[in-house]
């Protein structure tokens, strides 16, 4: 069937078949909802009746550049913040080509066929320039979509992984609000952006697959470090012995590492998004972390941590942000990079110029 | 012999026994020359003349953490500045025990038996905690701190990587200005200080030993691709054979590895700090890389990227110490620390918060 050509604002990208859960009437409807404007407190109560097309809206105040909406974004986090952090936040990074929304997919529906809420979110610092590679396409995840049980939002997209990671961790509280009680937070798997991912979660899982230059990838120590389970993917088929292997390789690899604070013992296991083998298991492992760390108090006390850590972020980021879009920094630090490139002053020297006149501004 | 017991301030560490070029004469006038006060310009013209005393003044200067002594400091680093940059910069790492200092001692006398003249510094961003684990005791390097051509400087202490790292790069600046033309940046190879040196230098050689667990570092992918040369250290007695097997393996990693935007291929090679094997050509390697990147324009135009990037690092660092050094934001900090942990407010309101209180003070 020929998609129809629509030009709303809600078909955002060319080239995208509209997933068909969009009928013209839900389509229609929230034309209506977000043409009339709405207040914190009717957002937040909607919220907090589960009510996705307002966590959308909500999310998207978040999301906005526009400083108008800043202090109603507050607003709204503030006041779904006390009905929030009743979920257990899993965090999945994985090199592309691991295989990350088909395991999602398959993860998310055998939650929901437990009777959980789950919301998928995602953090990509490359989406401002590929309009989003993750999550981006939702029809990835044909069936999660349609499940009513299920959440799913791309990636925010913005200049720094800063922003885009500190508008993903205010979009949790309010997918907590909601209802949504396991929050998945996807990554891909290259630079910083795990350890962003990392310091949102409760769980950190690592997707693998086994064999073809992995050996490479699989011993990035740090985000080996970080894992609480690695997941060696697409085992099935003529796979299982690879995978299998795989499994006894990083198992030893991990033995390596010294023990996590949270007492827990890092775990291997394989699974096939496809079969579903393994599936179930994986979510077992991660109750059995959820008992363990709630017993020893780490679960709390890493939450505070990651709350003081956000704090401080955000503080940094918006540091930077209000001295470097300043309109007499941006004239002055052209001036100054022409200094320092003609060996004039050093680069020192040039930054404390800049900072003497952007503390008279 | 037991060494002397010395009260005076030259003794910095106890327990460390003075080295013996510190002759009771020496220390006299170096003490004379601290007592008095010295201008900006005689400090620099003394720098110019080769002055190692009137160096290490300056550097201690740039150490500094007194305010009254960053203009002084800013006026001698400018007028090092147009004697500066005529030098090579080689960026040494490698994780504990791979035997940098023994490295450096061989290298350097090498170096300065042909005529140059050879500085060492280092970063250590956890010296502030160890009191300078690398370095520190300068005497493992005997031969090469007794050598007159070569000037060897502990790592700055600090709070930070960035601001331990930022008092290196200014250090860069003095030794180039007091003739040196080699100038040799060790770090640790643990944590984010590889990246802080190798922002700062021409060259980058990564220092390994072959075995024992090596592998698990070695393919620590982002140190790898940073890499001019990989140099096996220890390359002798029994361990010749497992050195030339490591060597084949870092090649066939580097392979997997993309060009460089420097069109430099990086080397394997491997040496002995005690036999001197290789020693020499590694100089030659280096010799070859600095004449392709200044042929094909590389080096100019990756030294000019370092100073913007300086510039822009520096000014990072100090827009946050200014925000958290501030007694208003120290003392408000606290109490938004506990309204965010009690679940009050959201980090992201608590950082808000903060920031428009300090726009006021």
């Given at each position: 069937m020929?998609p129809?050509?629509?030009?709303s604002?809600?078909?955002e ?8 859960t ?14 009339k404007t709405?207040s ?31 202090s ?6 503030n006041?779904?913040l ?6 257990i ?18 993860f ?9 809420k789950v ?16 999550l981006?396409?939702k ?30 961790r ?9 209802g ?9 798997g290259?630079?910083?952006s795990?350890?962003a ?16 230059g ?5 011993i ?9 389970a690695?997941v ?5 088929g ?9 499994k ?6 991990l ?7 949270s ?7 394989t699974?096939s ?28 006390h ?9 704090m401080?972020?955000?503080?940094n980021?918006?540091?930077?942000n ?14 100054t ?12 020297t040039?930054?404390?110029?800049l ?7």
């Open positions: 020929e129809k050509k629509n030009t604002a809600l078909n990208r060319d080239g995208v078949t509209q997933p068909e969009l009928s013209t009437q839900v389509a229609k409807s929230i034309q209506q909802f977000r043409r709405i914190s407190d009717e957002l937040i109560s909607k919220i907090l009746k589960g009510d996705k097309v307002a966590l959308s809206r909500a999310i998207t105040l978040i999301e906005s550049t526009n400083p108008t909406h800043l109603k974004a507050n607003e709204v986090i006041g779904c006390p009905h929030a952090n009743n979920s936040r899993i965090g999945i990074t994985g090199v592309p080509g691991v295989g990350k929304s088909t395991f999602i997919e398959a998310g529906k055998h939650l929901t066929s437990l009777g959980k919301a998928v979110l995602a953090i990509d610092p490359s989406s401002s320039l590929s309009h989003g590679s993750i981006g396409d029809t990835r995840m044909e069936e999660l979509v349609k499940d009513e049980n299920a959440y799913i939002r791309p990636s925010a997209s913005g200049d720094s992984l800063g922003g885009v990671a500190r508008k993903t205010e979009a949790i509280i309010l997918c907590e609000a909601c949504f009680d396991t929050i998945i937070i996807e990554t891909v290259v630079g910083q795990e350890t991912v990392h310091s949102m979660v409760d769980f950190f899982l690592l997707l693998k697959i086994a064999g073809a992995d050996e490479l990838q699989g990035k120590r740090g985000i080996m470090e970080m894992a609480d690695i060696i993917n697409k085992a099935d003529d796979n299982i012995r690879k995978a299998n292997l795989a006894v390789e990083f198992n030893r690899a033995h390596l590492f010294p023990l996590k604070n007492g827990w013992n890092p775990k291997v296991t699974c998004a496809i079969t579903k083998e393994g599936i179930a298991s994986i979510w077992n492992t991660i109750n059995e972390y959820e008992i363990l760390t709630k017993s020893n108090d780490y679960f709390n890493r939450r505070e941590e990651q709350n003081q850590y956000w401080l972020e955000t503080i980021e918006q540091l930077k209000q001295f470097y879009n300043h309109p007499e920094i941006i004239k002055a630090l052209e001036i990079k022409q200094k320092v490139l003609t060996h004039q002053i050093s680069p020192f040039g930054a404390i110029e900072l003497e006149l952007y503390k008279k501004l």
